[in-house]
Nanobody, 116 residues
Framework: QVQLVESGGGLVQAGGSLRLSCGVA?????????MGWGRQAPGKQRELVAT???????NYADSVKGRFTISRDNAKNTVYLQMNSLKPEDTAVYYC?????????WGQGTQVTVSS
């Protein structure tokens, strides 16, 4: 069992920026894993926003390309999400994740609210 803890959410005006952080509170982290961020807006399914491998390869959802940047610190088992040019439609609970040996663990989430 891996426990993840997110921080950095909040309220921001459209066009603003936020940086989310996520660390491993407990559990065993394997040498091969993928970390990422997902989000879930009210009444919608959770969607994967960005992922990053331990080697630094990244993938983004089309809706955030060019605005969000995912990064990680392997020594600290920490993943970050820099969100720029935020839009009201980015409002959601953001969850970090780690996938290893085919299983994905999720954090408890942090609320991001973008006002127009």
């Amino acid at each position: 069992q891996v426990q993840l803890v997110e921080s950095g959410g909040g309220l921001v005006q459209a066009g603003g920026s936020l940086r989310l952080s996520c660390g491993v509170a407990s559990g065993i982290i394997l040498s091969s894993n993928i970390m990422g961020w997902g989000r879930q807006a009210p009444g919608k399914q959770r969607e994967l926003v960005a992922t990053i491998t331990k080697g630094g390869s990244t993938n983004y959802a089309d809706s955030v390309k060019g605005r969000f940047t995912i990064s990680r610190d392997n020594a600290k088992n920490t993943v970050y999400l820099q969100m720029n040019s935020l839009k009201p439609e980015d409002t959601a609970v953001y969850y970090c994740s780690i996938t290893q040996r085919g299983y994905t663990y999720w954090g408890q989430g942090t609320q991001v609210t973008v006002s127009s």
